[in-house]
């Protein structure tokens, strides 16, 4: 299966710019998605195929990568962006998820 | 607005089934494939399982084949997985989703938790 590495934890402050990397174990080409998921909520998509804003998603958030490194970019971050944010691939079966990466507003 | 409503977790003794349920509209139900995707407490997600939109394949993780069917009724525009022979690992929050451009999830239900313990 193809593993999906990102880091556990970030912390930063209103106003900063982020970014969240996710590390392919082999490539998975542009079939790269990311998703939000904030406590007690189902998760939700933010970009799809690598850098495509999904309906909705503040512009503030912004993807990129191809091959077998990739990153979510927010800027800038605001408070409500509290939350754990996915990875996940689609090019290699079975499509899996990243470990996740907990972002704590300071 | 697209909604996903999922029924029918609860606790269940290992070995024992259940039949998880996602009842669907906003949307044409039989124009999109669908999966399951399952978090354990304090876990990260990983796919269960899919069902082409028309019923015709289904896909599933090594984990649970055997075990575990999708199904759906496209007349009712409802999903179903039953879970047969469940172990304590299968313990988790339980997702329906409908599944987006080139595989990504575009919309999820508010989950169901099926715990399975003696």
């Known amino acids: 299966d193809t593993v999906l590495t990102q880091s556990p934890a970030l912390a930063v402050s209103p106003g900063e710019r982020v970014t969240i990397s996710c590390r392919a174990s082999?490539?998975?080409?542009?079939?790269m998605h990311w998703y939000q998921q904030k406590p007690g909520q189902q998760p939700k998509l933010l970009i799809y195929l690598a850098s495509n804003l999904e309906s909705g998603v503040p512009a503030r958030f912004s993807g990129s990568g191809s091959g077998t490194d990739f990153t979510l970019t927010i800027d800038p971050v605001e408070a409500d962006d509290t939350a754990t944010y996915y990875c996940q691939q689609s090019w290699n079966d079975p499509f899996t998820f990243g470990s996740g990466t907990k972002l704590e507003i300071k | 607005e697209v909604q996903l409503v999922e029924s029918g977790g609860g606790l269940v003794q290992p070995g024992r089934s259940m039949k998880l349920s996602c009842a669907a509209s906003g949307f044409t139900f039989n124009n999109y494939d669908m999966a399951w995707v399952c978090q354990a407490p304090k876990k990260g997600l990983e796919w269960v399982a899919t069902?082409?939109?028309?019923?015709?394949?289904?896909y599933y993780r090594d984990s649970v084949k055997g075990r575990f069917t999708i199904s759906r009724d496209n007349a009712k525009s409802t999903l179903y997985l039953q879970m047969d022979s469940l172990r304590s690992e299968d313990t988790a929050t339980y997702y329906c989703?409908?599944?987006?451009?080139?595989?990504?999830?575009?919309?999820w239900g508010q989950g169901v938790m099926v715990t399975v313990s003696s």
């Open positions: 069902i082409s939109y028309d019923g015709s394949s289904t």
């Open positions: 082999e490539s998975v080409s542009t079939l």
């Open positions: 989703a409908r599944h987006f451009n080139y595989g990504s999830y575009g919309d």
